[in-house]
């Protein structure tokens, strides 16, 4: 079955962005003068998902509004004559088909994806996390899909780490199979260094069958009451054959406030119209 469907979680507080994220969504601070989400959606669309469902919570209404058409605004470019403006305006609300579903208490990542059950159906699905931008040549959800049509189980994207940071991730123990895929064996959720099994640890990108929901649902929740989406994960592989993709690509950790600063660099200086200014300015400082 082709997957057609995608989940955005985007319910969460962004403490580390405070005080921005009191009255804005986090995912709507922008890299250049996009804001987060829209990169990840258009990385949805631009891999052949045509329905995104995006997991909000309480103060979200933007990224809503961002995703809708903006009659006033339309009108006011066009009666300017801001052709390109208006063109940049309506490709935005005419990028896919946009649902949403309320997360209306944080309980976790597997809870957000809960919360999508009934949106998303008895079909697999694709899940983002906003805090990962990849730019690559070929989308990475395209690269996921591709593996998941190929050995029909599910598949998650992965990179490697340094060891230090590994437990900031959940990591893989894995079986090698193709040049850059995976059988994943087990799943550990932010092991020490010295006991993870491996240097994979795995990125906001899945591609997940929807069986998953039953194993969310019998997931216990963990000691900050939160179900992990890692946990239900480990028990669906024991379950079924599972797969890994070191996708191609750089990703930015854009929920990190470096990480953040870093990507609106590198997009700034991609940019055709600001590139080589940029780069000038850059240089001028003598860093």
Not at 89 to 101: N, P, Q
Not at 140 to 155: D, I, K, N, S, T
Not at 234 to 255: H, Q
């Amino acid at each position: 079955m082709s997957v057609k469907k995608a989940v955005f979680p985007a319910a969460g507080l962004g403490t580390r962005f405070l005080p921005a994220t009191k009255a804005q969504p986090k995912e709507m601070l922008p890299l250049v003068d996009k804001p987060m989400i829209q990169y990840v959606v258009e990385e949805a669309v631009a891999s052949g998902l045509s329905e995104i469902i995006i997991v909000t919570g309480r103060g979200k209404r933007a990224i809503e509004d961002h995703f809708d058409a903006a009659f006033e605004l339309e009108y006011y470019l066009n009666d300017r004559g801001k052709v390109e403006e208006l063109a940049q305006i309506k490709t935005i609300s005419e990028l896919a088909s946009v649902s949403y579903v309320r997360q209306k208490e944080p309980l976790g990542l597997g809870h957000a994806i809960l919360c999508a059950r009934s949106l998303v159906g008895d079909e697999p699905f694709a899940v983002f996390l906003g805090d990962d931008i990849i730019a690559a040549r070929e989308p990475c959800m395209h690269q996921l899909l591709a593996v998941f049509e190929r050995y029909a189980g599910p598949v998650l994207a992965v990179e490697r780490v340094p060891r230090e940071r590994l437990p900031q991730y959940g990591v893989i123990a894995a079986r090698q199979i193709a040049a850059n895929v995976y059988e994943i064996l087990d799943l550990v959720e932010k092991p020490r260094p010295n006991e993870a099994p491996s240097d994979l640890a795995i990125i906001g990108r899945y591609v997940l069958p929807p069986d998953v929901f039953g194993v969310l649902v019998d997931t216990p929740p963990d000691a900050r009451g939160e179900i992990q989406l890692t946990d239900a994960l480990r028990t669906l592989r024991s379950r079924r054959p599972m797969y890994a993709v070191a996708f191609e690509g750089k990703r930015f950790d854009t929920g990190d406030k470096l990480g953040f600063l870093k990507a609106t660099v590198e997009f700034a200086l991609a940019r055709p119209d600001l590139g080589d200014a940029f780069r000038a300015y850059l240089k001028s400082l003598g860093l």
